[in-house]
């Protein structure tokens, strides 16, 4: 009964405070690579920007489009995730703009198989060879910051948070089925897509699928969350 009290106790405060150390870290983080960005001038990207591979559908675009909308991405989902405004739409945000940086910037040409492909996982270039393995190692942990508040949110202490609060008696619980898992694959279908695309291509069929059945069964218990 003590473990079960702690653990209640811990769950209860970590409503509250666990999402808090991500969204200010996180903020930080994309805030000042954003000012970064706008030191270095809004409406021309430089040379170094404009000569990276992006992938579809950003590389048809010119590079400052690209450059100004990932520095206005970085500054406005910073501050978002500061107060906690639409968190999960700017976690999105995020993740989009990381992994398009990971497939332009530091992810490699090529790989033999995925242990020469996590070689890349690492703060500075490795080289073998001659060829470039990656530096993803600090992209990569963005990432997975940023997926809790995806899935979960920004916590208590946001301004999400209180919206929901001042709206009305809206009972918000966790629905586990069908369709939420799609939704989850969705996420990895992202995510994977333009980094490793046959994986990201397995992940969209997976959703779709969880999808259909999730419409076809709309009498499907779901399965509660503990």
Do not use: C
């Not at 690579?33 to 409406?43: D, I, V, Y």
């Not at 040379?47 to 400052?64: C, S, V």
């Not at 600090?138 to 920004?154: E, R, S, V």
């Not at 996420?187 to 059945?213: E, Y």
């Amino acid at each position: 009964m003590f473990l079960i009290a702690v653990r209640n106790r811990l769950e209860g405060a970590g409503t509250w405070l666990a999402p808090l150390g991500l969204r200010l870290l996180l903020a930080y983080e994309f805030f000042s690579a954003g000012q970064r960005k706008l030191g270095a001038g809004l409406g021309e990207a430089p040379g170094w920007f404009a000569e990276q591979n992006f992938p579809f559908p950003f590389g048809m675009l010119p590079p400052d489009i690209n450059w100004m909308l990932v520095t206005l991405g970085e500054l406005v989902a910073g501050v978002a995730l500061l107060l906690g405004v639409l968190t999960r739409f700017f976690a999105l945000v995020l993740i989009v703009i990381t992994t398009v940086a990971i497939a332009a910037v530091h992810w490699p040409e090529s790989f033999a198989s995925l242990g020469q492909l996590w070689e890349g996982y690492s703060v500075s270039r490795v080289m073998d060879d001659g060829d470039f393995r990656g530096n993803f190692r600090i992209p990569l942990l963005f990432l997975a910051m940023l997926l809790p508040l995806l899935f979960t949110g920004p916590g208590k202490l946001s301004v999400d948070h209180l919206v929901t609060r001042l709206a009305g008696p809206v009972r918000l619980e966790p629905v586990t089925d069908a369709a939420s898992f799609a939704l989850a694959a969705a996420v990895g279908s992202l995510l994977t897509i333009w980094l490793i695309p046959s994986w990201g291509i397995v992940l969209g069929v997976v959703a779709v699928a969880l999808f259909v059945r999730a419409r076809m069964s709309p009498g499907t218990h779901s399965v509660p969350d503990q």
